[in-house]
């Protein structure tokens, strides 16, 4: 089945510092991912549309210039944190639709920034 | 605007007993996908089930049963003869037909199988 693989698992990190993730479709093309992030006992929130060879698509209220975002293959996005703070730790997930209208989610990875 | 409200915070029950886990969305689309995913305490999202808007059948997957219902807007999902492993947050989502293919959740049920 679909598959997509998300990475670091976890991650911790000193204020001030960027963090990477990625977001990698293993048996599929994606030309559009979805990261998500979910604060503790609370529901997942979408945070941007990544889209392949263009800009992503942010929600209101996510920074962009916070929260980048590359989609520089039809297999891989990446959302770098910049410049983390302790209110940035979260759970961050991203996923990606195979087709026929379902999603694939990757592992999530957990950030904590101290 | 598209919305997915689960009513039920949190839920807890004995072991082996029946539970039902509600799910009430508003789209003025009428064509849709509806989830459910079950989030165990590692994390992941784990796919339970997608059904479309055009699909009215009732599912069952072992103890696992959902029942769609257009006329009052609800995907209810029910789990029989519940066990401890079942305990995990719940989510119920919707996703339009269209060009934006975001799925929006909705804030998630935690349930406790209390052994």
């Known amino acids: 089945g679909a598959v997509v693989s998300q990475h670091p698992s976890r991650v911790i990190c000193k204020s001030g510092t960027s963090v990477k993730i990625e977001c990698r479709s293993l048996?599929?093309?994606?030309?559009?991912m979805f990261w998500y992030r979910q604060f503790p006992k609370q529901s997942l929130m979408l945070m941007a549309t990544s889209n392949e060879g263009s800009k992503a698509t942010y929600e209101q209220g996510v920074e962009k210039d916070k929260f980048l975002i590359n989609h520089a293959s039809l297999t891989l996005s990446t959302l770098t944190v910049t410049s983390a703070h302790p209110e940035d730790s979260s759970f961050y997930i991203c996923?990606?639709?195979?087709?026929?209208?379902?999603?694939?989610f990757g592992s999530g990875t957990r950030l904590t920034v101290v | 605007a598209q919305k997915v409200t689960q009513a039920q915070t949190e839920i807890s029950v004995v072991e082996k007993e029946d539970v039902t886990l509600d799910c009430v969305y508003e789209t003025r689309d009428t064509t849709y996908y509806l989830f459910w995913y079950k989030q165990p305490p590692s994390g992941e999202l784990v796919f339970l089930i997608r059904r479309n808007s055009f699909d009215e059948q009732n599912e069952i997957s072992g103890r696992y049963s959902w029942n769609f219902q257009k006329s009052t807007s609800s995907f209810n999902f029910t789990i029989t003869a519940s066990q401890v492993v079942d305990s995990a947050v719940y989510f119920c989502?919707?996703?339009?037909?269209?060009?934006?293919?975001?799925?929006?959740f909705g804030k998630g049920t935690r349930l406790h199988i209390l052994p």
């Open positions: 048996d599929f093309q994606a030309t559009t």
């Open positions: 989502a919707l996703r339009l037909m269209n060009r934006d293919d975001k799925i929006i």
């Open positions: 996923s990606a639709s195979p087709g026929g209208g379902g999603y694939t």
